[in-house]
């Protein structure tokens, strides 16, 4: 499993993009390899932590067409974008289910 944290910061308000966030939630259960995303919000800073099946399927999303709606928005800025390798076996050991499928 592979790990992408993103974060950014959001000149709109939560409230203010509730509804396209839950279309590109919709939009996200088609991206290969994206097991889940957690939404992540505070203040000005919006984000996710998403894990992937593998590096090459982060790396897929990251260079796609649906990220960059985000990207290119101008309500948005500061992105950043780190991953992370999934400890499998010790996730598995405090309930993780996907460590647990992998």
Same mark, same amino acid.
């Given at each position: 499993?592979? &790990? $992408?944290?993103? #974060?950014?910061?959001?000149? *709109?308000?939560? @409230? %203010? /993009? &509730?509804?396209?966030?839950?279309?590109? &939630?919709? &939009?996200?259960?088609?991206? =290969?390899?994206?097991?889940?995303?957690?939404?992540? *919000?505070?203040? #000005? #800073?919006?984000?996710?932590?998403?894990?992937?099946?593998?590096?090459?399927? @982060? %790396? *897929?999303? +990251?260079?796609? %067409?649906?990220? *960059? #709606? /985000?990207? !290119? !928005? =101008? /309500?948005?800025? !500061?992105?950043?974008?780190?991953?992370?390798? /999934? $400890?499998?076996? +010790?996730?598995? +050991? !405090?309930?993780?289910?996907?460590?647990?499928?992998?």
């Amino acid at each position: 499993m592979h &790990a $992408v944290l993103i #974060t950014f910061t959001s000149s *709109a308000s939560l @409230a %203010d /993009v &509730a509804e396209p966030f839950e279309r590109y &939630a919709y &939009a996200l259960q088609a991206i =290969p390899g994206l097991v889940m995303k957690t939404w992540i *919000a505070d203040d #000005t #800073t919006l984000g996710g932590f998403h894990i992937f099946t593998d590096r090459a399927s @982060a %790396d *897929a999303y +990251l260079g796609g %067409d649906l990220l *960059a #709606t /985000v990207a !290119n !928005n =101008p /309500v948005f800025s !500061n992105f950043v974008i780190r991953h992370f390798d /999934v $400890v499998d076996s +010790l996730s598995a +050991l !405090n309930g993780s289910p996907i460590a647990q499928a992998a």
